[in-house]
């Protein structure tokens, strides 16, 4: 499997997941009618698995070439499934993240300043050269 079906296939298994998640929200866990520190864990981590598939799907078009790229493509990856662990631990914690989430959190800055870096404008290049590549 390439980088690209990866990617779509990882996104579009999040994306199916979250509408799960919200219903799981609603009708099982009674999101509703919880305290509010665990009705905001719960959404918390409910909109960020909308926010890990959108990033799969978005990189779902593009192939890494540069190793710190693929690296990047690895920790948004895996993010979902470590998200989707979170949703269903880190509510009964309150205030306190299970471990599972931050590593989903820390896993997703480093993915950011991987791709910042190696993505980074060059001077060289023109609005239009960049386009072309």
Known sequence: MNWSRAHWVVGLLTLLAFP??????RHVAGVPHLDSVPRLIFRSRHLLLLVAAVANLALSN???FHRAQRV???LIMVSPFLLIAAFFIDPARGLHSSPIFR???Y???IAGVLLAIVNRPRRDQTPASRVLD
């Open 20 to 25: 799960l998640t919200g219903q799981y929200m």
């Open 72 to 74: 990047a493509s690895v």
């Open 107 to 109: 896993s997703l800055w």
């Open 62 to 64: 593009s192939q890494p």
């Open 103 to 105: 590593l989903a959190m």
